[in-house]
């Protein structure tokens, strides 16, 4: 089946720091990825839709400044969290389409000390 | 896309089979209804879609209502590894985004 890879699985950096996370479409091609953000005891929040060579969109509230999208390939999109602060600790997952269906990446789990 | 509406928690024992509700009274003709779950900590797992028909797959079953204004995903022999928030998402079928409600947590009980 269609499997998205993501990496890290956690990261602890300090904060003033930033971070990257990859998602890897591993056995399709998505010009499309989206990410989203789940903080504890919530529902997972859309953060962006990535677009393969082209500007990611971003959703009302999210700055685009600090969460960095970048989707250089068929395969892969990352999210790099800019001078990262204590507050943008949380759960960050990944997301594409491939035949039907979406298809989730196993999250990154983000501390900011 | 059509707002759902799910319980927000409910519980099962094990072996039993675990019926988890879904209403989506606004959902226009083209639009899919999706199940997916969340076992903590982890990436949401996809588990059934339909559209109008009953779908069945190793994991549950996805009964719609004829009027498609609610369905209803059956777990059929509940086990402990089933414990997680289920999600029901009503979408169009395309690359536009799932859009997560709060869903309903699952606990099922030894």
């Known amino acids: 089946g269609a499997v998205v890879s993501q990496h890290p699985s956690w990261v602890i950096c300090k904060s003033g720091t930033s971070v990257k996370i990859e998602c890897r479409s591993l056995?399709?091609?998505?010009?499309?990825m989206f990410w989203y953000r789940q903080f504890p005891k919530q529902s997972l929040m859309l953060m962006a839709t990535s677009n393969e060579g082209s500007k990611a969109t971003y959703e009302q509230g999210v700055e685009k400044d600090k969460f960095l999208i970048n989707h250089a390939s068929l395969t892969l999109s990352t999210l790099t969290v800019t001078s990262a602060h204590p507050e943008d600790s949380s759960f960050y997952i990944c997301s594409a389409s491939p035949y039907y269906g979406y298809t989730f990446g196993s999250g990154t789990r983000l501390t900011v000390v | 896309d059509a707002k759902t509406t799910q319980p927000t928690s409910m519980d099962c024992a094990e072996g039993r089979a675990a019926n988890l509700p879904c209403n989506h009274s606004t959902i226009s003709g083209n639009e899919y209804v999706y199940w997916y779950r969340q076992i903590h900590s982890q990436g949401p797992q996809y588990i059934i879609h339909?559209?109008?028909n009953n779908e069945t797959n190793e994991m549950a079953s996805l009964i719609i209502t004829e009027d498609r204004k609610s369905s209803t995903l059956i777990l059929p022999h509940a086990t402990l590894r089933d414990t997680a928030v289920y999600y029901c998402?009503?979408?169009?079928?395309?690359?536009?985004?799932?859009?997560f409600g709060k869903g309903t947590r699952l606990s099922v009980i030894a």
């Open positions: 056995d399709f091609q998505a010009t499309t």
């Open positions: 339909g559209l109008k």
């Open positions: 998402i009503v979408i169009l079928s395309g690359n536009t985004p799932l859009v």
